[in-house]
């Protein structure tokens, strides 16, 4: 679909422009009327103008706005940004026009959590934000995230997604658990486990080479810090992140799935600051521990299925076995004492609190359905209300990471060494040429579920998009030989380019391909997984993403190799390969080592529980 320039209707030229637009047609067309049938019959004209002017509002009022939204939702990751935005908030305020302002939709409070960030953000961004009626650009962006994370969990949740480790604990709780609180504990186990797969873990603090300027930051805020170095959205995308923003693709997959999620952190005693530690789902009224960093599940007591905030408060052995005996770098630096009095930080910005989407989303039904409000103040009373829990608040990060990116992208326009650090990498996946639109529609589909390509609807799936980013080894070897491939690649030799500056372009040009297609095949790889193929996916997982031919000539295989081995071995547990797998927990120096080796003792104890003829002889 086509987008139309639409001017910013949440902005103070919008009441001037919806006059402009009023009064232009009938002014115009009255001329151009009177042109042509005289002033004798101007009565007649106007009359006919009037009647056109009825029969477009009439037209206007009976349009599904909301089709024209969700039209746009699915294709937003290939469509001009700032157009988008306009586009939608422009339809979303035409339905809003069309409708009864008596609806019956509860008010919003929120102002008390909402001044844990007052300090983020102005009073005009709060009142566009939190407060104004109309919807603004900013609104398309959560609805963009909304739309992503909704799909994302419809399908993650899936029994075929339970861990094996799991089953018995979760059998065992038949007995104990209303079938609601079990469910949604499942579900909560499930969005973890695929956030822990698919989110490669990155150390708190990223180092910049020497030389490579920095930009000047807000005072909260430091360049490469913790949990706010990307967008939620971009952590989704590409796919990586630190022990934080895993935390927040969890509870946002949490909050789509209607589950009320926090991240749990601990109190200093001595100055009061709050330290992220959990991750927390709170399902009746037990609070659920999972930890992001670790990239595993707090074990309950006995090492036996999730623990929960209580038993940590009182079986100081819950969080002292997320330590490693004997190795003193993977000593966990939470105990008994650290968890008994926690604060509950939610992942909202103002948008999802904000009477409009509360209202917008009672509208939402069907195909439709997505969560872009939650009720704060609800989540607030029930996790305060939670044993262990003194206090709730907003989380700042994510309004945090909106400022890093906005001074960091400020940066680079004026800093091109800058820009080639901070940006380079994702190049094949963000940039705006043809093959990096075709990896990140691909991206976007395998995140949306959208595995296979539908013939009738001439939409291309997830897998099919992948293989088309693998270019074949040798066109890429002989790009600088080949003039046929220099233009299947979009590669143009400018005017007046020497020899050494067009060799330099083929270079790059050479190691963008292979970017993407490695990226490209680390992602086909988990989509074999989550198509739970998986002998398929051991074997792209092997035999192309940690093939020495493809991964020793792209620069990022230091940051997928670590998590390709992780995926690989937990392609191995699905195969009954458990001695394989236990052995690639404890390799060294993997940036996720501390929570590996907590995996394979898990993975030991389960192995334990299974009858000796149904393990392979090296497991026996």
Known sequence: MALTRIPDCSGPHALSFQIRGLLTFPLTSLVFVLAIVGCGDDRKAVQQIQLRNLQRNEDESNQDHLAGVFDMLPKYVNLNGQQAQQQIAYRLNRWV??????QDVAPVKSIQLIDSVKGLLSTEQLDRRFAAARFNGSDALHLRDCYLFHHLYSW????????PILADWFQSLQA????????????SSRLFDWTVRNIRYEPDELSVPGGIPTPELPSEIAYGGPGYRQTLFKCALRGTGDGLQRAAVFTMLCNQAGIPAAVIGTIDPNDGQVTPAFCGALIGKQIYLFEPRLGIHVPGPGQEGIATLAQARTDELVLRRLSIAGLDQFKYPVSKSDVQQCVALLNVKPEMLSQRMRRLEAALTGNRRINVFVDADQWAQQFDASIGISDVKVWDVPLLAERYQVSCEAFAERKPAFSLWHAGPWIMLEGDFDMAKTLREGRWQHLCGVFQSDELERAKGARTLYLEERSPSFEIDELRNDVNLQIKYGVRRPLNTNDQQFNSMILEAQSNLRLGKYLATYWLALLQADDELYETAKSWLDDRVLSEN????????ALIAPAARYNSARVDERLGEFQQAMEAYKREDEPQEHGNRIRARLVAKYVETLPADTLPADTQ
């Open 97 to 102: 026009a069309t409708q009864d302002d008596k």
């Open 176 to 187: 104990d658990l209303p079938e609601e609180q079990l469910e949604q504990l499942r579900t």
């Open 550 to 557: 493809l991964g020793s000539r792209v620069p990022v295989v």
């Open 156 to 163: 993650i949740d899936s029994p075929a997604m339970d861990q």
